[in-house]
């Protein structure tokens, strides 16, 4: 473990049991997004807590989240107390059996969140990847949420202050006048996600 991992290494502790507390008490599972809401509100020292409009932090936060269900998983496979289930869409807990641990030996993705230098490493280009999947997780209400916190915004929002903070926000943040480019595709789909569940009630133009 270099100097960073050691670094990192109260701040996982904590993310793990946050995550051993709170998964037993779903049954139905829960998604990504209301986990990294969760985790924010109990306000672990070192999760990150600035705006997830900021695509590096939103990346970071899905990050230590994933890394941390890892280890909850082995922990749970060593005691044999139960098999933690991840996919895109969903994370459960659900009931040990035999055999669990060869359901989930061939995980594509363990080798990348197991190795925290990706959190220094990973390039913009990573991370308008991570966000354009992180959306596309999101169904519903929930990606209404993400998208008006994208914006800054909270309900109840007409169309026309969407679209005045939209345009506002991606004024300040264009690459042109030196903001990132992975901030402006954020506030893009945050925009195009709030467009399409936006009853415009007000007369707004949806452009």
């Not at 990573?126 to 929930?142: D, K, N, T, Y």
């Not at 954020?186 to 007000?202: F, K, N």
Request: aromatic share 6%; charged share 25%.
């Amino acid at each position: 473990m270099n100097a960073s991992e050691a670094e990192l290494e109260p701040l996982i502790a904590s993310l793990v049991a946050a995550l051993r507390d709170i998964l037993p008490h779903r049954d139905g599972g829960v998604r990504e997004y209301q986990l990294i809401r969760e985790l924010r509100d109990a306000r672990l020292p070192g999760f990150p807590d600035a705006p997830l409009s900021d695509p590096l932090v939103l990346f970071q936060s899905h990050f230590l989240l994933r890394h941390a269900l890892y280890r909850l998983r082995d922990e749970h496979l060593e005691s044999a107390t139960a098999l933690l289930e991840m996919d895109a869409l969903e994370i459960c807990l659900k009931p040990y059996h035999p055999g669990s641990a060869e359901l989930i030996a061939h995980d594509p993705l363990r080798g990348y969140y197991d190795d925290l230098s990706h959190l220094e490493t990973t390039d913009p280009q990573e991370v308008e990847q991570l966000l354009a999947s992180f959306w596309q997780q999101l169904a519903g209400a929930e990606r209404r949420a993400a998208a008006l916190q994208v914006l800054g915004l909270e309900e109840p929002v007409s169309f026309s202050l969407v679209q005045q903070q939209y345009r506002r926000l991606a004024m300040r943040h264009h690459p042109d006048r030196g903001g990132a480019p992975a901030r402006c595709r954020a506030l893009q789909e945050a925009y195009d996600v709030l467009r399409t569940t936006s009853p415009i009630a007000d007369g707004s133009s949806s452009s």
